[in-house]
């Protein structure tokens, strides 16, 4: 297996653990990986990106244009950017919910959410959108949209690992106290789509 | 041996322990950090951690150890490499006993730094031999040999990663604890001949030093780090080759395979250069493509070479156009390098035709304690012709729109300096210098002792949030907490101040917006050198409060609480200010400047 996965998103989204769980994952299956993310003062509400490389043969954990079997966005806008390192015919799963950067609020320089999907959708055939609002409540945290978004590539088959990977990867990366909210996070995608 | 998934910084951190490192020190800074705190969470009982105040003392303290015959790391950003740079100096011409690793990370791009400096060149120019790894695994193993030696050559050595090394992440091969070296010392040996530098010692040091590092290039000549891949394929027969080194050159290999196998210079010790093992590399070659960041050290070294064995190949790179002159490489930068180089299409990859999309400057944390004392200030000296001197921290996110509160921003400590240079020629001017508290002790002292001194007139602001915020919360001396996890009396910044003679030191809670704003306008126009201490912790180490909630039918709509603080939770939607329960802390800021009394909850001041 060789594959290579981007998350992006506005710091404090949880990007960098969404990714740490998939290497965890991933190496827990002998699966070589290198990745590499945003750490600094650009996580301070700035955009943000994981690249996660899994497979034998790969020297840089850097990820170029056009080579990305997976993007998962947890912001639309952010999707947007980074769509020109989807290969084509890569999937995208994408959070519906815009983080307007204060910039926005203080020039009226909003843009809408809907915009950003119309565009992803007329561009990536495998595309889905993962309606957050909708999904933090039913899971009943807003913290969880990074397991939420997991859940959603999990089930659309696109990571190359089963639930029960990244269920071993939480337990062994998070305090027990959250493993059910976390649990319950990654399945709400499954629960979704069967309804 | 075991494989475990690391952080370069971290597989450093295990790779000094399995050297048996004896001390470990340094100055938290972006990408270098994660190294002290991987030594602390990991580290046998045996050795000594600490944050120390600052690079220089934290240099001094592992040269201290060196003398003995201990192993020690010393570890900071390339910017703590400046203010370490006075000890380090003279250490090359002093030499250790023990093994000294110096850790220093640069930050191509930059992506948290204020330059764009190459400790490659420091390298050369302080004498000290240094290894640059291009992977996690590579500064694992580097870390070790760079220990060995350094005493086996009696000197510093620097160990260099770039940010994507020390934050990229790789399955990495350690070994187990057991397998770790154990290294005992003798301790310090008194032999003032060696020890104490004179010009005398130095003259004599300077020679061997020189005569030492032309017989390390031959050394490092034959090292395997140093090293060149064949030409292969349909380049076999090419004439042309790529020199790299550090990140790089995984981006140079990953090329190699989609777009052609040129022979291929690795370099992993930039300096002493591995002279005979580039003569090999370029013998044969009409032309050679250097890919490195920041200086063009490889590429001048081998321009140097090709000068002085009169070796007919043009040497490319950042000097001819061929590699950008800033900023980080990426793997698209690079394919595009090497496809212009070696003539041969670049795989399409979709255009970027993208709609407009959000800026996203980095902002202070929705409730960060900051914005409320550079929004007290400016609502105290509202009118009036001041300059604010900013420094090293989050706090420099002050100068965002809409608080605009950081006029100058130049290097750690800097503001108080900067403060007096201009109030001492601008007499009307209210200065005022902001620091945090970890930059006070790290480097603001002598600018407090020569202001009072000297009859400066200006006003000292320290944001005192009681961690080293931007660098991932580190203790320091105010925070009564050492990485040897022990609780120590913490030194208080009041006291430092009145003891310097500075005799109004005010200290307020910053998030009560009106007790700050009398503060400052008490305290500015007071002669001489005036303290405010703003003392509220930092948001993300404090549970927060009960979020505010905006009332939709009291809220008018008049964008203030948008307008003046810049607070991430707040936006703007139909016609009223809205708070994201997500983002909001309940500090209560907004609360206190709305004219309508819509914000409810929160934290309450009164």
Known sequence: MRKNIILCGVGGQGTVLASRLISAAAMAKGIPVLSAETIGMAQRGGSVFSHIRLGEGIYSPMIARGEADLIIGFEPGEAVRLLPFLKPGGSMIVSDRAVMPVTASLTGTDYRASDMLDFLSARVPDLRIVPAEQAMQSVGSTKVLNLILLGAALSAGALGLAEADLKEAIRARIPEKFHELNFKALAWAKQYQRK | MHAEFLMGNEAIALGALAAGVNLVCGYPGTPSTEVLETVAKRRGESVYVEWSVNEKTAMEIAGGAAYAGARALVTMKQMG?????????????????????????????????????????????????????????????????????????????????????????????????????????????KDSSRWVIFPRLSFANHRKIEERN????????????????????????????????????????????????????????????????????????????????????????????????????????????????????????????????????????????????????????????????????????????????????????????????????????????????????????????????????????????????????????????????????????????????????????????????????????????????????????????????FRSPCIALTKPHSRVTIDPEKCVGCKKCIREIGCPALSFAGGKAVADPAQCTGCGLCAQLCPAGAIEGGEQHA
């Open chain 2, 214 to 533: 032309a017989h390390l290039s031959d050394v490092l000549s034959d090292n395997p780090g140093n090293r060149i891949e064949p030409a292969e394929g349909a380049f076999a027969e090419s004439r042309k080759g790529i020199a790299s080194g550090g990140f790089s050159y995984t981006c140079v290999m990953e090329a190699r395979e989609t777009l052609g196998k040129v022979r291929t210079l690795k370099v992993s010790t930039p300096f002493p250069f591995p002279e005979k093992k580039a003569v090999e590399f370029l013998s044969g070659l009409d032309e050679v493509l250097c890919v490195e960041e920041l200086d063009p050290v490889i590429e001048r070294e081998l321009i140097y070479l090709c000068g002085k064995y009169g070796l007919p190949v043009r040497i490319l790179g950042k000097q001819t156009g061929h590699i950008a002159l800033s900023g980080e490489n990426t793997r698209d930068s690079v394919n595009a390098a090497v496809a212009a180089f070696l003539s041969v299409p670049l795989p399409e990859t979709s255009a970027g035709d993208l709609p407009p999309l959000p800026v996203r400057p980095p902002v202070l944390c929705a409730g960060c304690p900051h914005r409320a004392s550079f929004y007290a200030v400016k609502q105290a000296m509202k009118g009036r012709k001041t300059i604010f001197c900013g420094d090293i921290g989050c706090y420099t996110l002050g100068n965002a729109m809409p608080l605009d509160m950081v006029d100058t921003c130049l290097c750690m400590g800097a503001g108080l300096g900067i403060a007096q240079g201009i109030n001492h020629l601008e007499k009307d001017r209210s200065c005022f210098a902001f620091v945090g508290d970890s930059t006070f002790f790290a480097s603001a002292l002598p600018g407090v002792v020569n202001a009072v001194y000297n009859q400066a007139e200006f006003t000292l602001v320290v944001l005192d949030n009681s961690t080293t915020a931007m660098t991932g919360h580190q203790p320091h001396p105010g925070t009564g907490r050492t990485m040897m996890g022990n609780v120590v009396d913490k030194i208080s910044i009041e006291n430092i101040l009145r003891g310097i003679g500075v005799t109004e030191v005010v200290t307020v809670n910053p998030l009560n917006l009106a007790e700050a704003v009398e503060a400052v306008r008490k305290t500015a126009d007071l002669p001489g050198v005036k303290a405010i201490i």
């Open chain 2, 81 to 189: 490499l400046n203010v370490a740079s006075d000890p380090l100096m003279c250490l090359e011409y002093i030499g250790v006993k023990g093994g000294l690793v110096v850790l220093v990370a640069d930050d191509p791009g930059p992506i948290s730094s204020q330059t764009e400096q190459d400790t490659r060149r420091f390298a050369s120019f302080s004498k000290v031999p240094v290894f640059d790894p291009s992977s996690a695994q590579e500064a694992y193993d580097m870390i070790r040999e760079a220990f060995r030696f350094s005493e086996e050559y009696r000197t510093p050595v620097f160990l260099r990663p770039t940010t994507r090394v020390s934050h990229g992440y790789a399955a990495v091969q350690v070994l187990d604890p057991e397998e770790y070296e154990t290294h005992t010392y003798d301790g310090f040996e």
